[in-house]
């Protein structure tokens, strides 16, 4: 029956708001996530209701691939390309490296193209040295998050030890402003919030593309690799496991998450317009350095490994477009195939994608339940560790010593380490669970406890039989295991391989071995980039130049080269020594004089246009000193501006640095003769100072030759430039006010067309 119901109810829908409005689209990406973290995949020890609900009235991906890294796989989502493409098949980007995904077009890009307002909030990891790389200049409307890897959970401060050397610095961001305010609060619920602040705002006429990158689950800094708040924590006691019940609550947390999100969507209605996709970035580091507890059970290996624990994620798509949900998908997908699939979704014409994506748009098998068009997956090549897998059709071939060695077996816990005490998972908590609730109200009906429970037992992998220790093992750069993962999804090793399935797959490997863009060299700037330089926060700190990139969100290299104004910002921020050597003061070609400041030292040449105004004019200010009430930092303090800048800042100057830094500002020149020494008489005449020395340009410092030799020659340099000015085309009667009510306008184009409304014509 609730087929039936929602057969119908996708009918109505599909040939109604959807037809015309683009769906919202929603990727939820988990951080380090194992296959086994996920109670729709057959364990009881943490229960996840909200992710359940989606995948129990969706389709659970159980053949979809990522990679087996962070940034490779954000890599290849955001481009629909192999990392191998570009260059990001290696180890993941460090805060302090100049590395960054190549300049190109990414996902929130294309789907801008289609009308889509894009956001991205929480992980980017695709780097950040320089403020081009940044997600508000790939694509993104709006940007709340972290542009690195991992990060303490509550701090938010990303730790580093490159060469020795301690980097600690903060690294939240709100587009370019760094987020203070959010320190000490939990980033799950922070990245939460967010999302659901941007979907209770979005304008509904216009289709949203959210992406939603958590910090979970990943490790944080070493003193709390892992961390939830208390009470999610609490709810795990039967865990004997201390470390992986603390990850409980990471992921219990997780999928709250999800539940918010979906909840916020039903709440503005959009959740019967929307795709929503969650997966992991690759499988969890169950052991070792970064170790999150997290378990890729029954898989083998683990996060950074080709095995199947480390590549393939417990994934789920959610969306009334689809028909003949629920059901468990084998359609074989990899995470570049989202990026053609949800420009075809949102009405995109795929063939004007370009034509070397790797990405294979998938939506029509999606909706329809038919035969995917991706017949192979390259799980990776990297040409550093000599190592690479495949898998075309039911076979894998994994090839060369794994990046995380310790990680080639069977690892992780299993979920049924305290069967007795653990509550027993029952249908009645997802369907009460904030995404259960929200989708059922969509879609007019809920899938059947009973149907649930079979979904859960279809989507669960078992292997009884698998051995204590995998049968193959890589030892060498040239070592490789084949499996048929359909029949041998532990890869254990013990099924029978053709040698033509051997050949076939070391071929197709090589071909894409020989298509390798070498990986970005690490390019490590620890000393340039420490926190330490910036207020203890994550900058962009370099540019092409090398230089800390101190910005305003502009990017200075592309404006116009000719441009004679120099960037500032940086020396103004860090009182750095300014870029600016010189000033050229004016060159009047009609009136034949000229001035320029080069350093300290000043020409001025030839006859000022105002000749009365050559000697030293103006009030002193100290005429009436007896009657001038005296100067008062309090009058400072209680000004408006002084009030406001004082509330911002947190404090305010004291008064005697107030009456400091007056009196370095003040200029004197107190043996100034009455008349200046030197005067110009002729448009050959020149007058040299040095400026620091003799700021009131009395004339009485000896000037060197070469000094105003080289004045001089870089005035006649800027001479031989000039464009010359422009005649008066003086236009007395057109312009005359008396023809325009009066006032001046714009005499010209008022000529051509006086019904104007800015021509004052009175009838």
């Not at 997802?430 to 007019?444: I, T």
Request: hydrophobic share 35%.
């Amino acid at each position: 029956m609730l087929t039936t119901v929602l057969l119908l109810f996708v009918l109505l829908t599909t040939t109604s708001s959807a037809d015309t409005k683009p769906p919202h689209i929603i990727f939820i990406l988990a951080d380090d996530m194992g296959w086994n973290d996920v109670s729709f995949h057959g364990s009881d020890q943490i229960p996840t209701p909200n992710m359940d609900a989606l995948a129990y009235h969706g389709i659970i991906l159980n053949s979809h691939y990522v990679q087996p890294l962070c940034t490779p796989s954000r890599a290849a989502l955001m481009t629909g390309k192999y990392p191998i493409r570009t260059g990001q098949q290696g180890i993941p980007m460090d805060e302090f490296e100049g590395r960054g995904l190549a300049p190109g077009t990414l996902l929130p890009g294309y789907l801008k193209e289609l009308g889509y307002v894009t956001r991205a909030v929480g992980k980017w990891h695709l780097g950040f040295h320089e403020v081009e790389l940044t997600p508000t200049y790939r694509g993104f409307d709006s940007y709340l998050g972290h542009w690195g890897g991992s990060i303490g959970y509550f701090d938010f401060i990303a730790q580093r030890t490159p060469e020795d050397k301690d980097l600690n610095g903060y690294i939240l961001w709100k587009n370019l402003t760094t987020a203070w305010e959010l320190a000490g609060r939990y980033s799950t619920d922070v990245y939460t919030e967010e999302a659901e602040r941007l979907i209770l705002e979005h304008d509904t006429e216009r289709p949203l593309f959210l992406y939603l990158a958590h910090q979970a689950c990943h490790s944080g800094n070493p003193a709390a690799p892992v961390t939830a708040p208390q009470d999610a924590i609490n709810k795990f006691l039967y865990i004997s496991d201390p470390n992986r019940r603390i990850y409980a609550g990471v992921v219990s947390k997780l999928d709250e998450s999800v539940g918010r999100v979906v909840a916020a969507l039903q709440q503005r209605g959009m959740l019967e317009n929307s795709i929503i996709v969650f997966t992991p970035d690759n499988g969890a580091p169950s052991t070792g350095g970064t170790a999150n507890w997290g378990s890729n059970y029954p898989f083998r290996g683990l996060k950074a490994t080709l095995w199947e624990g480390g590549v393939r994620s417990p994934a789920l798509v959610w969306s009334p477009l689809l028909q003949n949900t629920p059901r468990v998908s084998h359609q074989l997908m990899h995470v570049t195939d989202w990026l053609p699939t949800f420009y075809a979704a949102a009405g995109g014409n795929v063939s004007s994608l370009p034509e070397d994506l790797d990405g294979v748009n998938l939506w029509d098998a999606l909706v329809t339940n038919g035969e995917s068009p991706r017949t192979e997956v390259l799980l990776n090549v990297d040409e550093r560790a000599e190592n690479g897998g495949i898998r075309i059709g039911d076979w894998k071939l994994v090839k060369g010593v794994q990046n995380n060695a310790a990680g080639t077996g069977y690892l992780g816990a299993t979920g049924a380490e305290n069967n007795r005490s653990t509550p027993a998972y029952g249908p009645d908590q997802v369907l009460a669970s904030p995404a259960g609730q929200a989708v059922s109200s969509v879609l007019g009906g809920s899938t059947s406890p009973e149907d649930m429970l079979r979904l859960r037992a279809q989507a669960t992998v078992t292997c009884p039989d698998r051995p204590q220790t995998p049968l193959c093992q890589l030892l060498n750069a040239s070592d490789v295991c084949v499996y048929n993962i359909t029949q041998d999804p532990c890869e254990a090793g013990d099924v029978e391989v053709p040698e033509d399935v051997v050949n076939t797959l070391l071929e197709r490997l090589e071909e894409f071995r020989q298509q390798v863009v070498p990986q970005e060299e690490s390019n490590s700037q620890p000393d340039i980039s420490d926190p330490a330089r910036w207020n203890y926060t994550w900058v962009p700190s370099s540019a092409n130049n090398s230089e800390p990139h101190i910005f305003a969100g502009g990017n200075v290299s592309s404006l116009p080269e000719d441009l004679d104004g120099v960037n500032l910002w940086k020396a103004l921020v860090t009182n750095g020594e300014s870029p600016r050597k010189e000033v050229l003061l004016n060159v009047d070609e009609r009136a034949e004089n000229g001035g320029i400041r080069i350093g300290d030292w000043k020409l001025v040449k030839g006859v000022q246009n105002n000749a009365a105004g050559t000697g030293y004019l103006g009030a002193s200010g100290a005429e009436n000193n007896r009657s001038t009430p005296a100067y008062g930092p309090e009058q400072v303090l209680a000004s408006p501006a002084g009030q406001a800048v004082s509330s911002v800042l947190g404090g305010s100057t004291s008064p005697e640095d107030m009456l400091r830094l007056r009196a370095q500002a003040t200029v004197t020149c107190p043996d100034r003769p009455q008349t200046p020494l030197c005067q110009l008489l002729n448009a050959s005449d020149v007058c040299v100072y040095n400026i620091t020395q003799d700021p009131c340009e009395a004339g009485d410092v000896e000037v060197p030759d070469d000094v105003v030799n080289t004045l001089l020659e870089r005035l006649e340099e800027f001479w031989q430039q000039v464009v010359p000015q422009e005649e008066s085309n003086s236009q007395p009667d057109i312009s005359d006010p008396a023809r325009w009510n009066y006032t001046w306008v714009p005499w010209t184009t008022c000529s051509a067309d006086s019904s104007l409304s800015f021509c004052n014509v009175v009838e």
